[in-house]
């Protein structure tokens, strides 16, 4: 569908500077972002992926004063979050690192034996042979066996798939310094020696929780790393997808991820929901749905019940051309709805409200972006080349930035919708003491909803019909204020909205939920690692 794609076509930047100030202006500037996390995604790729892992390394080993090996098995014991390894520094180094179960090198005679003095002999205890010192390796721990044992041990476990080595002594806990690992392995089984490579480097994707596949598909074969630790957010990957770092799907928010897949796997039915509601009735005995054949206007269900397709009413079987007996349905009268509380159809009649909005608003999605943006772009051009009027007048990024703001708030109201399906369907569960909650916390949802519709049907049609380039000045400068205004409401009340979902709806569930939080520009695009 449409709305699920994301495509960066503009690349522009916000210059505060230029928009009008008014009373909304502290309050986005208090809900925006530092700035330092905005540029905290990143793209990688295979070329640049000994990189980023060496960033990370370099910045522990230097944190903690230790060797690769050992950032590295810290690293993955903290499924390399560099926030899970500052939030322990104050437990200090020792305790740290004893934590995820790495041992510092003690000052060992037998390696400095080694090298001093290298016909010394001494005895493995795997191999049972006396080896001289030239040929023995002494690990961080102070463990000591010849390199012929040590070489198998290793390649035992990079065949098993093992990325941490331990120590062959028994019961030792330490991991082996890798560097060993490698000069020993590549001397004898040099391929076994790039597959452990291979498995440290993959590491850096596999056991990461900040880092993650681009789900694109065909795949992009890039991963995004998100600095922050942050799980709930959404990224636009350099191949232009949009999507959760929580859940992988394509960008949802103000919904939360669970509900998403709920509202997707549900989405399926949505056409055909609504042709069962179109083109048949209830039975008013047995409340399945009959579909009518024939010009006769009595209708007899599989259960046996007779009804009149006009009214829906059960009835008797007897019947002419023109009338039911005993049955008359040519008056109007109320709804009678409860009385024949048909709670299936009533369920299909609810969804069909929730997903024609969630729809009609996609759909907009979809042509505001694929013809509008075109347009306002060319627009945009023609205005530029128009040098006889004034500078300050050829510049149309106002048009394009608003144009953003436009598909991004669409995007924002269609997902509300589907929130608002399970939110007040009464499928999820809140808390007890919710309740009272949930009915104020809704008016104040539905509010803000037909506000930001009103104000981004608004915005949709003042851009349409924005033709700057064949505008006078005053009206160019009119209009270009009305757009910058809109656009500052239109984001407001996303704001407010994505408040309201988060901290005054979501916390009634007896499950708790998050949403990423609002970017009025959409989510935060991940740049290139340059290897
Ligand atoms: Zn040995
Ligand atoms: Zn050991
Ligand atoms: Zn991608
Ligand atoms: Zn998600
Ligand atoms: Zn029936
Ligand atoms: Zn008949
Ligand atoms: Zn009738």
């Given at each position: ?6 495509e960066?076509?503009?690349?522009y930047?916000?210059?505060d ?18 700035p330092?996390r ?16 060496k ?10 004063n230790?060797?690769?090996h ?5 690293l993955?014991h903290?499924?390399?979050r ?8 104050d437990?200090?180094?020792?305790r ?5 179960g ?9 390696a400095?034996?080694g090298?001093t003095?290298?016909?010394r ?8 042979e ?5 040929v ?7 463990h000591?066996f ?26 030792c ?9 490698r000069?020993?392995?590549s ?9 452990f490579n291979r498995f ?5 994707l596999?056991?990461n ?10 795949n ?19 191949c232009s ?8 799907a ?10 998403w897949?709920k509202w997707?796997a ?5 056409e ?7 083109n ?8 399945k ?14 259960c046996?019940q ?10 008797g079987?007897?019947h002419?051309?023109t009338s ?5 349905c040519n ?6 709805r409860?009385?024949?509380a ?9 969804y ?20 509008l943006?075109?347009t ?17 007048i ?14 991004v ?8 919708y ?9 499928e999820l569960?809140?808390?007890?003491c919710g ?12 509010d ?11 915005l ?11 505008m ?5 400068v ?14 407001r009340?996303?704001?407010e909205?994505y408040k309201?979902?988060?901290?005054e ?14 970017r ?9 690692l340059?290897?």
């Amino acid at each position: 569908m449409a709305s699920d794609e994301e495509e960066e076509e503009y690349g522009y930047f916000y210059d505060d500077d230029d928009a009008e100030e008014d009373a909304s202006a502290g309050l986005e500037q208090a809900a925006a972002p530092p700035p330092e996390r905005r540029a905290d995604y990143w793209a990688i790729t295979q070329e640049s992926l000994p990189t980023a892992q060496k960033e990370d390394l370099s910045t522990v080993m230097n944190l903690l004063n230790v060797k690769q090996h050992q950032a590295r098995a810290l690293l993955i014991h903290h499924r390399w979050r560099m926030d899970g390894v500052y939030d322990r520094l104050d437990k200090g180094r020792e305790r740290m690192l004893r934590d995820a179960g790495i041992v510092l090198q003690e000052n060992n005679i037998m390696a400095a034996t080694g090298s001093t003095m290298p016909w010394r002999i001494m005895h493995c205890n795997v191999c049972f042979e006396d080896i001289p010192m030239g040929v023995v390796l002494t690990m961080d721990c102070g463990h000591c066996f010849c390199n012929d044992c040590w070489t198998q041990h290793f390649y035992a476990a990079v065949e098993s798939g093992k990325k941490q080595i331990r120590c062959m002594e028994v019961k030792c806990p330490a991991f082996c310094d890798e560097d060993h690992v490698r000069r020993l392995l590549s001397r004898k089984y040099p391929e076994m020696a790039k597959r452990f490579n291979r498995f440290l480097l993959e590491s850096y994707l596999e056991d990461n929780d900040s880092v993650k596949w681009c789900p694109s598909a065909p795949n992009c074969g890039r991963a995004i790393r998100v600095g922050t630790g942050e799980r709930y957010c959404e990224v636009e990957c350099p191949c232009s997808l949009s999507f959760c770092f929580n859940c992988m799907a394509h960008a949802h928010s103000p919904c939360p991820c669970t509900i998403w897949e709920k509202w997707n796997a549900k989405r399926t039915e949505g056409e055909n929901i609504k042709w069962i509601l179109a083109n048949t009735k209830s039975c008013p005995k047995c409340f399945k749905a009959i579909e009518k054949n024939g010009g006769c206007n009595l209708v007899r269900c599989n259960c046996g019940q007779c009804m009149c397709w006009l009214c829906g009413g059960g009835t008797g079987l007897d019947h002419t051309w023109t009338s039911i007996a005993g049955h008359s349905c040519n008056r109007y009268k109320e709804e009678t709805r409860g009385k024949t509380a048909d709670s299936s159809r009533e369920q299909m009649q609810r969804y069909k409200h929730y997903y024609d909005r969630f729809k009609i608003h996609g759909d907009s999605y979809g042509v505001e972006k694929q013809k509008l943006g075109p347009t306002l772009l060319e627009r945009v051009r023609l205005l530029e080349a128009d040098l006889k009027r004034p500078l300050t007048i050829r510049d149309g990024d106002w048009l394009i930035r608003a144009h953003r703001r436009l598909l991004v708030s669409r995007q924002v109201l269609s997902r509300s919708y589907a929130f608002a399906y399970y939110m007040f369907g009464g499928e999820l569960r809140t808390r007890p003491c919710g309740r009272a909650g949930l009915a104020v916390a809704r008016n104040l949802f539905e509010d803000q909803q037909e506000q930001l519709e009103q104000h981004v049907e608004r915005l949709s049609e003042l851009l349409a019909g924005a033709d700057a380039a064949a505008m006078p000045e005053a009206e160019i400068v009119q209009a270009k204020q009305k757009a910058v205004t809109l656009v500052k409401t239109v984001e407001r009340l996303c704001g407010e909205m994505y408040k309201c979902i988060q901290d005054e709806l979501l916390t009634l569930l007896v499950e708790p939920m998050t949403i990423a939080a609002y970017r009025p520009d959409g989510p935060d695009k991940a740049e290139e690692l340059t290897a």
